[in-house]
């Protein structure tokens, strides 16, 4: 990942940011790029269904540059199996953040920009 140093007026380093046009994508697993599975249904995870389109969009995204991190309210406890289906789908990602807070209606906060998506079963949008 390449990373462009930023300072403030007073020359006092700042936190890094990515080069202008590539973006940080954080995507959903499921219900996103598959069959929603809960968590309490984990035998499920490794044959759920590919949504048609997931894997060429974001991997489309991943060889432009674009950093693709899945965020999943799936736990720790399903990070095998999640690898395990993600690799044997060809989906190409730089990172996997598990625990995301379940149930939905987020509201972020950040000092980045930051757009929103929400997914309604096409990745034409992206």
Sequence with gaps: ???IEQFDENGIKLSARLADGINNYLIDIDGTICDDIP???????LTASEFAGAKDSLNKLYEDGHIITFFTSRTEAHKENTIIWLEEHDFKYHNIIFNK??????????????????????????
């Design 39 to 45: 968590n309490e249904e984990p035998e499920r995870m």
């Design 1 to 3: 990942m390449n990373l």
């Design 101 to 126: 807070p379940r149930g939905g209606n987020y509201i972020w906060l950040d000092d980045r920009d930051a757009r929103i998506i929400k997914f309604k079963g096409s990745f034409d949008e992206l």
